[in-house]
């Protein structure tokens, strides 16, 4: 039996005061507010539940700063893709490891305790796949095992380089595969995680773009009833082309033709029309967004407001890992939501007017339910999967209930979680993640290898 006391704890049902709980094999067995320490309890400030990360392509942060230099042309998502697709060809298993294991670790640090890993590149560098499979992903679950962050990995069906199946481009060859490939890499990937009790496996066909409507049936068909993301409408030049295409818009055509239900990941849907907005949250299906990505690469602003405003379900999501971090991926939301409409306080409600416990709760019941974790939050019966803040961080100062957590939300400035446990074990003490030492040491040798500077 392990045991916590806290000074203040946002459980399921709400804030409560001088908290102490306890766990047994990694689940909450008791939590009792107003209640006095015992002995060998460990005694922390404040206790949040830990959210999950739900869209991360970790090797990406291996490349993470490297696009920020103008070119000769204009400069958009399509030239940071030759960036990463150049990365993304130059690494193998070791560094593939080696570079999951740093994102991971600064997942936990920013207080995510679990991953989407939206994971295309399968083959070796060539193009010719591994003996096994499920190589690369192996290496994604090592790297999660050995950090401690939960992952629901996502290998990624890509069959064609853009829409009406065109033939993949020679730099696409890491990531391409047929529909029995396709299912022979899903059943290896169970087996790839299969030694960690709590991950799991879904299905992620790219997007619209890189699979066919017949390889998205079948992609969905081979994930049973586990998670399916997707990205979609990401650029408005991916939207216009479809239209071009079938005269349809990415996300009419898939809630028309595709079984959008709470399953579903949408990862971006960045451009959608008020019709598709409303079909998106009668769907179920959570939408993925990625603020800090989708700004760094100027994919354009979620309508955020008007999805919750139709009862709307999201998650937050990583991405590109240009930078980890959950508190200002949530305020990056509200503030582009701001910039927009020039008004304040537009993601929270008179039901909860605290934008940061509106934006806190949403991104952590929606994550969960887009990487299958089966619920959140601090209740007896779950996982102890959790967040502690520094109470004597000086912006918690005078603060109390949703307002600590306005303040992680809009005034953080990293320095404030001090610790994260996954499964009632501590991975992150003192802000610093245990193994961080380690994990960088082996990421600068990686790095070295792959041989792409950012100069
Ligand atoms: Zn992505």
Request: aromatic letters at 8%; a negative charge; hydrophobic letters at 45%.
């Amino acid at each position: 039996m392990q045991g916590w006391w806290f000074e203040a704890a946002l459980l399921a049902e709400g804030w409560a005061e001088r908290v102490r709980m306890t766990a047994e094999q990694g689940r909450i067995v008791g939590i009792t507010a107003d209640a006095e320490p015992e002995a060998g309890d460990e005694r922390h400030g404040v206790a949040l539940p830990g959210i999950a990360n739900l869209h991360s392509h970790a090797f990406q942060r291996g490349m993470a700063g490297m696009a920020e230099r103008r070119g000769p042309a204009a400069d958009s998502f399509w030239t940071w893709r030759d960036l990463m697709y150049r990365f993304a060809n130059a690494i193998g298993p070791e560094e593939l490891e080696a570079i999951a294991a740093l994102a991971f670790v600064e997942m936990l640090e920013a207080g995510f305790v679990a991953v989407g890993e939206f994971h295309y590149v399968h083959h070796d560098r060539d193009g010719t796949p591994f003996a096994d499979p499920a190589e690369m992903g192996a290496r994604l679950a090592a790297a999660a095992a050995e950090t401690g962050i939960g992952l629901t990995l996502l290998p990624v069906l890509y069959m064609a380089s853009g829409f009406g199946g065109a033939a993949p481009r020679p730099e696409q060859r890491r990531f391409v595969q047929d529909i029995d490939g396709y299912a022979r890499l899903v059943e290896a990937s169970r087996g790839a995680v299969a030694g960690s009790p709590d991950a799991r496996v879904g299905v992620a066909p790219h997007s619209l773009r890189a699979v066919t409507p017949e390889g998205l049936a079948a992609a969905v068909e081979i994930g049973g009833e586990g998670p399916v993301h997707i990205h979609i409408a990401e650029q408005t030049g991916e939207v216009e082309e479809y239209l071009r295409h079938c005269g349809r818009r990415p996300v009419e055509w898939l809630l028309d033709n595709a079984p959008v239900d709470a399953r579903w990941c949408l990862v971006h849907a960045t451009h959608v029309t008020s019709a598709e907005i409303e079909g998106v949250a009668r769907s179920g299906a959570v939408v993925g967004l990625c603020p800090i990505t989708e700004a760094n690469l100027g994919d354009g602003v979620f309508p955020a407001t008007d999805f919750l405003a139709a009862g709307g379900r999201f998650g937050v999501g990583s991405d590109s890992n240009v930078l980890i971090d959950m508190p200002q991926e949530l305020r990056s939301l509200e503030y582009s939501q701001r910039l927009v409409r020039r008004e304040r306080n537009l993601l929270s409600s008179m039901a909860c007017p605290s934008n940061g416990r509106a934006l806190f709760d949403a991104a952590g019941k929606g994550g969960a339910q887009a990487l299958g974790m089966g619920g959140h939050g601090l209740t007896p019966g779950a996982r102890a999967d959790f967040v502690t803040l520094d109470r004597g961080h000086p912006t918690l100062a005078g603060r109390a209930g949703d307002g600590l957590l306005d303040a992680f939300v809009f005034a953080d400035k990293r320095g404030m979680i001090d610790g994260v446990w996954r499964g009632g074990r501590q991975w992150v003490r003192g802000g610093r993640h245990v193994a961080r030492d380690r994990v960088v040491a082996r990421y600068v040798r990686a790095l070295a290898g792959v041989g792409i500077t950012g100069q």
